[in-house]
């Protein structure tokens, strides 16, 4: 008895001097306040609107007073023969992208971190990392135009002694190629900075030693600068492992048409026509939701591998 | 230590250059240059055709005619100022909002004795794993009222978590002792963060500025999804706009020279090169600022 009057007491000042301190530091709380109060609205409210999944809604009443029809959102996306298509679509694309996009950065910048000559190798980063922040209207303004029946790509094959005249963009066979080397043109570049900047933190003298031994060059980056790159490398498995249900709505938008759709929809893009367009916004939601929960499982398990591997280490 | 590391390097491959390594050397600098020119071949093919007669024949590299009436009848839209307008408008807005809010709210959590840090923590990681997504969203906006509205652009983001938590480390790394002077002469916490935060700040918020306002610039989703009044469309919309207005012209079998006589092909590249040109102009002066940014982000993650 005595003893827990004295904790409630403690409890007591505690929250006591708690608001005091709070008190005190009025000021800094009014430099948070705007912030959260921003995360409150801008996050957590749409957060809260994933109730819409489970919800009926229509335009003329809110999410609140939306009757629950809980899982029925869920089992129409099940026989959803359109959505479907737009999974395979994404997971498609995604995997031809994410496997170029997780090699081709590594290779690159092991080549441009062997370049001897500062000047050339500066050039190279400017050049390599520009794509990097064009938007994708304007990359996909310029691939149609590259893709269309005189544009560069059929000039190029012309001149190689190849005879076609078709544009690109309204064949659905090709899209997922242009989709997904588009993406590659565009990011592998600036996706070695990161590597670049862990090179520059290997230890010279492992170099020297090596060099001293005889080792070839080749022989030196598999045995140092690989090995030394191995957590940044798994973190990027992890990201792309887990970015497999991700699309582009904005490259999806620019470069979708209604020849090449059947092969271009993705889920975003489909969530984005049937929510937006066509107004069915709870099985948007749901389909969403659905996308999403999926994702953090990829991301999880694949985190749980790579630490398996990395000796019981996360990388995240 | 970059340096030292070249040093030895060079003296060492002076010394004992195998046949191997310069074979190396060389195929690897052919191979960059490759990688170079894929990326600027292309673009080049793009500025050069802006320029070329809409009479000119097929080419890759330079055309047979060259000429500006693209440009011309670009620049004799008015609608086309108007986007300038408000994308260089959503841009400097955006930023000066974006760094002011970021950048108060990170001093103040940059403060370890600050109550209920842990809270206001937790709900920004929470923010940056967990979104509501497009339709959800979209919903709030409506019933906000921001549908056409210009603040759509700014308001929604205003707060990053993520460049909040760059701008913390980076505060946190000022040692104390230059504030606690200000403090024993009464000053507030406001006019510390003005008068002492800010000026020793300036590489990482010029970081966090040039990354919100390239982002900025590039938006188009925002306008897709919430502005229907071309009064208010950035340029990225209103390429948008004509890009795939054309598209839609040609997949449906017609031609699209004939269709929008107005938006022509030519007047679409031009358009292009306009709404990318600050892009390509600033962008190699500041490359080392976005370099430093996203290793600060990677590394103090």
Sequence with gaps: MNSEAKRNKSVGSKVANWCRDFGRQWQLQTMVLPGIICMIIFNFIPIYGLTLAFKSYSVTSTIQDSPWVGMQNFQTILQDKYFWQSVQNTVGISAIKLVIEFFLPIILAIMIFELNWAPFKKVVQTITYLPHFLSWIILGGMLITWMSS????????????????????????????????????????????????????????????????????????WSITIPEMSNIIALNLILSVSGLFNSNLDQTLVLM??????????????????????????YATAVGLGVG??????????????????DNQSVL | MMLSKKQTKSNLSKVRKTKGNKVFDVVNVILMTLFSLIILIPMWNIVISSFADKNATSFVFWPSKLSIANYVSVFNDSGIWQSMFISAAKTIVGVIFHLFLC??????????????????????II?????????????????????????????????SYYDMVILMNFFRDIPDSLEESAKIDGASDWKIFFSIIVP???????????????????????????????????????????????????ANGLN??????????????????????????????????????????????
């Design chain 1, 150 to 221: 005189n544009g560069m790509l059929n000039g190029l094959l012309n001149m190689l002694g190849f005879n076609i005249h078709t544009n690109h963009m309204l064949n659905a066979g090709g899209y997922w190629s242009i989709a997904s080397l588009s993406d590659v043109w565009k990011e592998a570049g600036w996706g070695t900075i990161l590597y670049l900047a862990t090179m520059s933190k290997i230890d010279p003298t492992y170099y020297e030693a090596a060099e001293m031994d005889g080792a070839s060059k080749i022989r030196q980056i």
């Design chain 1, 257 to 282: 048409n209604s020849q090449n759709q059947p092969k271009a929809e993705v889920i975003n893009s489909y969530v984005y026509r049937v929510g937006l367009t066509q107004g069915d916004f709870s």
């Design chain 1, 293 to 310: 929960i999926i994702s953090v499982v990829l991301l999880t398990i694949t985190n749980l591998v790579t630490k398996k591997l990395n």
């Design chain 2, 103 to 124: 950048s108060i709210v990170a001093y103040a959590l940059s403060k370890r004795r600050l109550r209920g840090r842990k809270l206001y923590s937790a709900m920004g």
């Design chain 2, 127 to 159: 923010t940056m794993f967990f979104s509501g997504g497009m339709i959800p969203t979209y919903l709030l906006i409506k019933s906000l009222g921001l549908l056409n509205s210009f603040w759509v652009y700014i308001l929604p983001a205003m707060f």
């Design chain 2, 200 to 250: 020793l700040s300036k590489p990482a918020l010029a970081t966090i500025g040039l990354f919100h306002g390239v982002w900025q610039w590039n938006d188009f989703m925002t306008a897709k999804l919430y502005i229907t009044n071309e009064a208010l469309y950035p340029m990225q919309m209103r390429l948008y706009d004509i890009i795939v207005k054309s598209q839609a012209a040609a």
């Design chain 2, 256 to 301: 699209a020279q004939i269709t929008i006589a107005t938006s022509s092909k030519g007047v679409q590249l031009a358009t292009i090169v306009v709404t990318m040109l600050p892009i390509l102009v600033l962008y190699p002066f500041l490359q080392k600022y976005f370099v430093t940014g996203t290793m600060l982000g990677a590394v103090k993650e």
